[in-house]
């Protein structure tokens, strides 16, 4: 018997095994979101952090996206291209760069979080009933929480 198997046990569940049942049930989901988005989620991220920060430099972004500072120059060079951010010299420190989100960026970051909401929004009402989706209500906190502690981790 393999552990995808073996049922869960509520009352005293293998970290493990929970964690990878988890990754299993959350990886066809985040397909089906994914399928209609046109950015990666990285370049989501950046202009997220844009639109909730204001203006930002690229090494602020890096440490709010958690990944390096030669990815985020990369796609925040990707970005402008598009013309969804904008660069420009840091007002107090002009050795520094700020981006900033363009309208055409908000406009764009409305589009990719919609992208997906439809299918879900559809699957969640159609397919759960009140007390699935009480369920899935309480779970939202804990896997936030689970984001936090992976944060935690990579600032350390």
Avoid: C, Y
């Amino acid at each position: 018997m393999t552990d995808r198997d073996r049922p869960i046990d509520p009352a005293s569940p293998d970290p493990a095994q929970l964690a990878a049942e988890l990754r299993e049930a959350l990886r066809p989901l985040w397909r089906r979101l994914r399928a209609h988005k046109t950015l990666s989620m990285g370049k989501v991220g950046i202009l997220f952090h844009l639109e909730q920060h204001g203006p930002l430099a690229a090494t602020d972004l890096a440490g709010l996206e958690r990944i390096s500072h030669q990815a985020v120059a990369n796609a925040v060079r990707e970005l402008q291209d598009l013309g969804l951010i904008s660069r420009s010299p840091d007002p107090e420190d002009g050795r520094r760069t700020l981006v900033s989100l363009t309208d055409a960026g908000r406009d764009r970051l409305l589009a990719e979080r919609s992208a997906g909401q439809d299918w879900l929004a559809t699957a969640v009402a159609d397919h759960l009933d009140a007390d699935d989706r009480a369920a899935l209500a309480a779970a939202l906190p804990v896997l936030r929480r689970l984001d936090d502690v992976a944060g935690t981790e990579a600032e350390q």
